[in-house]
T-cell receptor, first 112, second 111 residues
Framework: GNSVTQMEGPVTLSEEAFLTINCTYT??????LFWYVQYPGEGLQLLLK?????DKGSNKGFEATYRKETTSFHLEKGSVQVSDSAVYFC???????????FGSGTRLSIRP | DAMVIQNPRYQVTQFGKPVTLSCSQT?????MYWYQQKSSQAPKLLFH???????NEADTPDNFQSRRPNTSFCFLDIRSPGLGDTAMYLC??????????FGSGTQLSVL
């Protein structure tokens, strides 16, 4: 079945540093790809999505591009802030479009 | 205003004592999900509803049941909780363009 593998954390960066969190996927067909963020004590929130090859999702300064040739959907941000500290989950639609499958999450901590 | 509401926020139960977690939504979405998230792990899909159609994941234990009496409400019943069922339980709804809206979760502790 469809699955997603993401970079293990934790990742610790200084404020204003460049961020990359790697995500690769295995899928049959053409899944939609997502990044979700989870702040402490809260549920997950959709950060961005992409539905087809070469689509770029973006939100709050974060970007990710759907790369079919490398089966990747890496999350990037040019200048991180302390408020970006959270756990980030890469996800994709499963064999059924109703199912969303999550990666194991990457904890990000930003130092002032 | 919260759109997916889970109650209670924290739940403590004893080993083997049935427990029910609740979820309500104001979004009128057809699809609702229950995920189990253990510490530092990915959310794991337990089951989902498309309207009243129930879809159980193959590896969801029989101990876990669900009810959806109407569009707005969905319940997770754990008939005989074990210590390994200690986790955060997340309810979510889905839009027609595949976006999930999550509640804040119920942290269940089985003692």
């Amino acid at each position: 079945g469809n699955s997603v593998t993401q970079m293990e954390g934790p990742v610790t960066l200084s404020e204003e540093a460049f961020l990359t969190i790697n995500c690769t996927y295995t899928a049959t067909g053409y899944p939609s790809l997502f990044w979700y963020v989870q702040y402490p004590g809260e549920g997950l929130q959709l950060l961005l999505k992409a539905t087809k090859a070469d689509d770029k999702g973006s939100n709050k300064g974060f970007e990710a591009t759907y790369r079919k040739e490398t089966t990747s959907f890496h999350l990037e941000k040019g200048s991180v802030q302390v408020s970006d500290s959270a756990v980030y989950f890469c996800a994709l639609t499963g064999s059924s479009a109703s199912k969303i499958i999550f990666g194991s999450g990457t904890r990000l901590s930003i130092r002032p | 205003d919260a759109m997916v509401i889970q109650n209670p926020r924290y739940q403590v139960t004893q080993f083997g004592k049935p427990v029910t977690l609740s979820c309500s939504q104001t979004l009128n979405h057809n699809v609702m999900y229950w995920y189990q998230q253990k510490s530092s792990q990915a959310p794991k899909l337990l089951f989902h509803y498309y309207d009243k159609d129930f879809n159980n994941e193959a590896d969801t234990p029989d101990n876990f049941q669900s009810r959806r009496p109407n569009t707005s409400f969905c319940f997770l019943d754990i008939r005989s909780p074990g210590l390994g069922d200690t986790a955060m339980y997340l309810c979510a709804t889905r839009t027609s363009d595949e976006k999930l809206f999550f509640g804040s979760g119920t942290q269940l502790s089985v003692l």
